[in-house]
């Protein structure tokens, strides 16, 4: 596994981990809230990481290669709806919150994130990783 890769798979695990550390904690309290702010930040560098190194070069790929072309277009569907989800929910919870509305926000957040990370972990970094083994 490349180094960018390893990376990528390193920051997912640190978002699920302090997923799970926001969930026991919740977010009522300023350890909660200051929970939300680092996986917030966390996301973000995550996102910047992919834009900057990980899709130019697929991309470029994808300019003689429909399938990855089509891959790719509907990833980056699929990224905008998680993004919007996840800012939806920082911005809702980033002073606080609880209850239900918390737990279904929460529950529907981290779900959306799981299925992303799977679908990147089995798809998209294996293909990146068969055209560019030197990264």
Do not use: C
């Not at 960018?4 to 977010?27: R, S």
């Not at 679908?119 to 294996?126: G, S, V």
């Amino acid at each position: 596994m490349g180094n960018l890769i390893k990376d990528l798979v390193e920051d997912h695990k640190a978002l699920a981990e302090a997923l799970d550390d926001l969930k026991k904690i919740g977010i009522s309290s300023s350890a909660g809230r200051d929970k939300i702010g680092a996986i917030n930040g966390t996301l973000l560098g995550h996102l910047q990481k992919e834009d900057e190194k990980l899709y130019p070069p697929l991309y470029k790929d994808a300019e003689n290669d429909p399938a990855l072309k089509r891959k790719l277009d509907m990833l980056s569907e699929d990224m905008q709806r998680v993004s919007q989800a996840a800012l939806n929910f920082f911005t809702k919870y980033k002073d606080g919150g609880e209850g239900l509305d918390f737990i279904r926000d929460f529950g529907a957040l981290v779900g959306k994130l799981n299925i992303r990370i799977q679908w990147e972990e089995t798809q998209l970094y294996p293909e990146y990783e068969r055209r560019h083994p030197e990264d």
